[in-house]
């Protein structure tokens, strides 16, 4: 990592939002759902589907997890309005996970009878390790009932492997992400190539298991790999696509679609954007240096 980079990210929470707001709407698609919407009605227009998501975790309150709960009613509501071809991202801590477990698992069952009900999908966000097999146990709950629900696995964790092979059992449909949380070594990778290694091994899992697979990176020697592994295993279209972030490689992203494949684009909105768009920076330390030239540019 650049140290510059480094060191300017590690400062970015010192900047006015209003500066950081600047760069982050590449990442966001605005603060409320018919930017969304617009942003989504874009990419359709280009041969790309998406994902929506309300942004925000941890809440606080059972209100507040039924407001969350509703506000991706709303979403589900708005895709079938504007007849978008998307379909709902949701993170479970936003629905009370973390405060009731039984609330969650009703306010999710909400959502995905509802997007059943509108011929939609709903798939459920991994957040951090101390909610993975939480997260793990409600996804398994909902599937016995519902086949238009699925879950995030994130490939830096050692225990993903297992997770797969316990989930493939009922065919599960996976997001294959790297993840992005700090976590202590003792249970995830940190050196690239073994996140890399766990992360083809996850995806060869998952394809001879016969699961539904959204491979989800930015990684080119990953998408390369996972291209050679479909062609390999002689694996449908139907049976997988890959997924990148709003505002992220687009130029990769664009090449992919050219090439014929299926292509999903993660589409965050809401007014909790800052703490979204600080986990993209860091992430991604090397785009910190236009951080810093719209830091400049503001103050001039």
């Avoid at 941890?58 to 997890?65: C, L, N, P, R």
């Amino acid at each position: 990592m650049n140290p510059i980079n480094k060191l300017i990210v590690a400062i970015i929470p010192l900047f006015p939002k209003k500066v950081v707001r600047i760069f982050a709407n590449r990442y966001i698609a605005g603060d409320n759902i018919n930017d969304a919407v617009k942003k989504v009605i874009e990419l359709n227009s280009k041969s790309i589907i998406a994902t929506m998501d309300v942004l925000g975790e941890s809440i606080k309150d059972k209100e507040e997890a039924v407001q969350s709960k509703n506000e991706s009613l709303e979403v589900l509501e708005y895709i079938n309005k504007h007849n978008l071809n998307s379909n709902l991202s949701v993170k479970l801590t936003m629905l009370g996970l973390t405060i009731d477990e039984g609330l969650c698992l009703e306010l999710l069952t909400e959502i995905v009878e509802k997007a059943k009900d509108l011929n939609n999908f709903v798939r459920i966000d991994m957040e951090d390790s101390s909610v993975t097999e939480k997260t793990i146990q409600i996804y398994e709950t909902l599937r016995k009932k519902y086949n238009n629900v699925g879950l995030a696995i994130q490939a830096y964790m050692k225990r993903t492997l297992n997770d797969v092979i316990r989930l493939t059992k009922e065919k599960a449909n996976f997001r294959l992400c790297k993840g992005i949380y700090v976590e202590p070594k003792e249970i995830a990778y940190k050196k690239r190539d073994e996140i890399r290694e766990n992360f083809l091994k996850a995806l060869e899992i998952m394809l001879k298991r016969g699961a539904y697979v959204g491979i989800a990176t930015h990684d080119i020697f990953l998408i390369e790999k996972s291209k050679k592994m479909i062609e390999e295993l002689n694996i449908p279209k139907e049976k997988y696509e890959f997924q990148m972030l709003l505002g992220v490689k687009e130029n990769l992203r664009n090449k992919l679609v050219k090439e014929g494949y299926k292509m999903r684009i993660y589409v965050p909105f809401g007014i909790r954007w800052y703490q979204y768009s600080m986990r993209r920076f860091k992430e991604n330390p090397n785009v910190a240096g236009q951080v810093l030239k719209a830091l400049i540019t503001f103050r001039r």
